[in-house]
């Protein structure tokens, strides 16, 4: 491990970053104007980008793509971010019964990837994330506004409006992992900035579920010292 190496990955809402402090690894996230954080320097800067790249010297030759990532059957125009939560899943899951792993990445997307136990990628599904979810509701209708608090709550049908829209959208990713994760079959990771809001939603049901917020920058560290 080269020790003074950090990483970053452009989302497409935040910037991702993971700082190597003595061979550990702190995991933090920040917005796309926010200035270069203290101790990274760009020189050895490790990147990934998925979204607008922020106005930053970024060296080329320190980008990894998707067509760097180990996996079969991994197509080109998959982004990177998939494909490393891919890589890290097959890296850190015990799978004694090889079952296929379903990555779930709640960012501004829900980005659903399956794969096989060996590593070999089938597919996935694509859908608004939760915040999305509720800022296009603000932006397509009169009367709604998203919330600024995200308590999901308990019941199923609601009064006020705020909640009525925390528990559908919740309902809505949760509904989309349920229809495509089968635990006989399948282990499930989710990874992303709503990983834990929504995992620990999702663990109340079906208990077998990995949380691993920063598995795609850990991906991106496993990559690199390979
Ligand atoms: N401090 C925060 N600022 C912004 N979003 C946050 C924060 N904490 C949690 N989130 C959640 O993170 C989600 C966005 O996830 P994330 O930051 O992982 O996306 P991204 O990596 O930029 O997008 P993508 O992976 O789809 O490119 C939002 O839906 C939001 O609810
Ligand atoms: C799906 C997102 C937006 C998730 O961050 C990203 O992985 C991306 O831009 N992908 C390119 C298209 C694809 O993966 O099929």
């Known amino acids: 491990m080269i020790d003074d190496i950090n990483f970053l990955l452009v989302g497409n809402s935040r910037l991702h970053w993971?700082?190597?402090?003595?061979?550990?690894?702190?995991?933090?996230?920040?917005?796309?104007?926010?200035?270069?954080?203290?101790?990274?320097?760009?020189?050895?800067?490790?990147?990934?980008?998925?979204?607008?790249?922020?106005?930053?010297?970024?060296?080329?030759?320190?980008?990894?793509?998707?067509?760097?990532?180990?996996?079969?059957?991994?197509?080109?125009?998959?982004?990177?971010?998939r494909a490393l939560g891919c890589l890290e899943a097959l890296k850190i899951i015990e799978n004694p019964s090889r079952k296929d792993l379903l990555v779930a990445d709640f960012g501004t997307t829900l980005s659903i990837t399956k794969l096989t136990a060996k590593g070999s990628i089938i597919g996935g599904q694509i859908t608004p994330g939760f915040l999305t979810q509720l800022r296009s509701m603000e932006k397509y209708t009169d009367n709604l506004k998203a919330p600024k608090k995200y308590d999901i709550p308990v019941q199923d049908f609601l009064i006020n409006t705020e909640d009525s829209m925390l528990k559908g959208v919740s309902n809505s990713l949760m509904g989309v992992i349920n229809l495509s994760f089968n635990p006989a079959k399948d282990i499930l990771i989710v990874c992303g900035g709503d990983s834990e809001l929504i995992g620990s939603l999702l663990k109340q049901k079906k208990e077998e579920i990995i949380i691993?917020?920063?598995?795609?920058?850990?991906?991106?560290?496993?990559?690199?010292?390979?």
């Not at 691993?212 to 390979?226: A, E």
């Open 18 to 81: 993971a700082e190597n402090l003595q061979s550990k690894y702190k995991f933090f996230h920040t917005q796309k104007n926010n200035n270069v954080p203290q101790n990274i320097n760009l020189n050895n800067l490790i990147w990934a980008s998925v979204g607008k790249l922020p106005d930053l010297s970024l060296k080329q030759e320190n980008r990894i793509s998707t067509q760097d990532i180990k996996l079969k059957n991994l197509p080109n125009h998959f982004g990177v971010d």
């Open 212 to 226: 691993s917020p920063n598995l795609v920058m850990q991906g991106m560290i496993t990559h690199f010292n390979h």
